[in-house]
Nanobody, 119 residues
Framework: QVQLVESGGGLVQAGGSLRLSCAAS????????MGWFRQAPGKDREFVAA????????YYTDSVKGRFTISRDNAKNTVYLQMNSLVPEDTAVYYC????????????WGRGTQVTVSS
């Protein structure tokens, strides 16, 4: 069982930066791949970024490549999403998710943190 708590959201002007954090409970954090997803008002939830259990591989949706960076600190049971050059289209609730390494579906989710980018 993994419990996830996101933090770091807020209101920022276009061009600004935010760093989201996701703190995970449990002793087996290092065996989970981690992901960030987001959901804008009236839209489906979409994949943003993911990182493998050991941080060896990262993946991004095209719209955030070069602007967002996912990282993790297994000693702190935390995954991060550094978001730079934010644009209003990045406005959404951002969710952290976890899946056992090797599985397809994310089966643990946080409650989300709101990110609002003003123009």
């Amino acid at each position: 069982q993994v419990q996830l708590v996101e933090s770091g959201g807020g209101l920022v002007q276009a061009g600004g930066s935010l760093r989201l954090s996701c703190a995970a409970s449990g002793r087996t954090f290092s065996s989970y791949d981690m992901g960030w997803f987001r959901q804008a008002p009236g839209k489906d939830r979409e994949f943003v970024a993911a990182i493998t259990w050991n941080g060896g591989s990262t993946y991004y949706t095209d719209s955030v490549k070069g602007r967002f960076t996912i990282s993790r600190d297994n000693a702190k049971n935390t995954v991060y999403l550094q978001m730079n050059s934010l644009v209003p289209e990045d406005t959404a609730v951002y969710y952290c998710a976890a899946r056992r390494s090797g599985l397809i579906n994310y089966n643990y989710w946080g409650r989300g943190t709101q990110v609002t980018v003003s123009s």
